[in-house]
């Protein structure tokens, strides 16, 4: 793989305090010194002070599972900015989950908006985009992912995936068990790289792109072999220390 790994675990809304600190003490123990890919963990908002603290020292990398949109600070209940991600310690910020996108209904506009606020506030994005299964069966995978990666690159320019990392994460894979096949994600991931190629060739060699979606130690190995698979961005599996980890050294 030429592009360093990066495997980052989304804990989503899970956990506890404690548990998010045991958590994070077998995987600083199991890691070591790291070997060459990058670790990531996504912990919910409220954790984010306590597991900086955890990882301290460490080569683990801190992320946000969202970011505002615009605004830097004011008279907007529940939001956190990009500064004060960046201000505890995140270096990333997941933007355009299928969740976010899904139950939340944010849009593509919201999503290219939330890109750019999270660069602004020097975060690294990234920007998930995957098809549903209706539109697998329907033959328009490309069609969607392609509206969800142009409408960023319109916002924020081809320059900007200098300082961001793509995850495709079908949505249909996500939290079913079912993952996609190393062919048909590599297909997906092939198809982006073009996209990002036709407007900069060397940003989009340069670009990672994850893979996300029942990603598991067991078939980690065979997803991460692809061409243009360089990391995952992990759910469940990510909440279990020996099984994230498995995957971490799977990418490295
Ligand atoms: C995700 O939430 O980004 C994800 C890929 O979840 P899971 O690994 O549980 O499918």
């Given amino acids: 793989m030429a592009r360093k790994a990066l495997i980052a675990g989304?804990?989503?809304?899970?956990?506890?305090?404690?548990?998010?600190?045991?958590?994070?003490?077998?995987?600083?123990?199991?890691?070591?010194?790291?070997?060459?890919?990058?670790?990531?963990?996504?912990?919910?908002?409220?954790?984010?002070?306590?597991?900086?603290?955890?990882?301290?020292?460490?080569?683990?990398?801190?992320?946000?599972?969202?970011?505002a949109d615009r605004h830097g600070a004011g008279a907007f209940t529940g939001e956190v900015s990009g500064a004060m991600l960046t201000d505890v310690g995140c270096t990333h910020a997941i933007v355009g989950h299928s969740e976010r996108r899904t139950l939340y209904g944010e849009t593509d506009e919201i999503v290219a908006a939330k890109f750019k606020a999270?660069?602004?506030?020097?975060?690294?994005?990234?920007?998930?985009?995957?098809?549903?299964?209706?539109?697998?069966?329907?033959?328009?995978?490309?069609?969607?992912?392609?509206?969800?990666?142009?409408?960023?690159?319109?916002?924020?320019?081809?320059?900007?995936?200098?300082?961001?990392?793509?995850?495709?994460?079908?949505?249909?894979?996500?939290?079913?068990?079912r993952t996609a096949t190393p062919e048909q994600a590599q297909e997906v991931h092939a198809f982006l790289r073009a996209l990002v190629?036709?407007?900069?060739?060397?940003?989009?060699?340069?670009?990672?792109?994850?893979?996300g979606g029942s990603v598991k130690g067991a078939n980690a190995r065979a997803l991460f072999d692809m061409d243009d698979i360089d990391g995952g961005l992990v759910g469940g599996a990510s909440l279990v220390a020996a099984e994230f980890l498995e995957i971490y050294r799977a990418a490295t």
């Fill in 10 to 67: 989304n804990w989503k809304m899970n956990g506890s305090l404690a548990e998010s600190r045991k958590l994070v003490s077998a995987l600083r123990a199991g890691l070591g010194e790291g070997q060459g890919g990058e670790m990531l963990l996504a912990p919910p908002y409220v954790y984010l002070a306590g597991v900086r603290e955890w990882i301290a020292g460490s080569p683990i990398l801190l992320g946000a599972q969202d970011v």
């Fill in 197 to 211: 190629a036709a407007r900069d060739a060397t940003i989009s060699a340069d670009l990672r792109i994850l893979y």
């Fill in 118 to 177: 999270a660069q602004a506030a020097k975060l690294v994005p990234i920007l998930c985009v995957g098809e549903t299964l209706a539109e697998r069966d329907a033959g328009t995978t490309e069609r969607t992912v392609s509206r969800q990666l142009e409408a960023v690159l319109d916002t924020a320019g081809v320059a900007a995936f200098s300082r961001a990392v793509l995850a495709y994460e079908p949505v249909w894979a996500i939290g079913t068990g």
